[in-house]
């Protein structure tokens, strides 16, 4: 089955560095665009970040911008969400999801992740 497992969260301190890891398994990852979102308590999902299926282009949310970096290795079939600069506003519970576009343009995602709790507190 397909099963996209995140890990890396936790708990840290503002200012400081987490890095998020979603190890995919049952697609083939490397045709896949792949996407954080994060949703904080009483909030609606928010895209953070978009990777294109080889890497070659990134998008990021405005509010992250500069802090988060998205990458991928197709060879392990991972996606990763490095988060500099952490603010408490970054506290969310982070999924990692794989989708594509579709023929008429519409991106469309397939596969989330069970997500992983983001705590930035002091």
């Known amino acids: 089955q397909v099963q996209l497992v995140e890990s890396g969260g936790g708990l840290v301190q503002p200012g400081g560095s987490l890095r998020l890891s979603c190890a995919a398994s049952?697609?083939?990852?490397?045709?896949?665009?792949m996407r954080w979102y994060r949703q904080a308590p009483g909030k609606e999902r928010e895209l953070v970040a978009h990777?294109?299926?080889?890497?070659?282009?990134?998008n990021y949310a405005q509010s992250v911008k500069g802090r988060f970096t998205i990458s991928r290795d197709n060879a392990k079939n991972t996606v990763y969400l490095q988060m500099n600069s952490l603010k408490s506003e970054d506290t969310a519970v982070y999924y990692c999801?794989?989708?594509?576009?579709?023929?008429?343009?519409?991106?469309?995602?397939?596969?989330w992740g069970q997500g992983t709790q983001v705590t930035v507190s002091s």
């Open positions: 999801s794989a989708g594509r576009f579709q023929r008429f343009g519409t991106y469309n995602v397939d596969y």
């Open positions: 049952g697609i083939t990852f490397s045709s896949y665009a």
């Open positions: 990777i294109t299926n080889t890497g070659s282009n990134t």
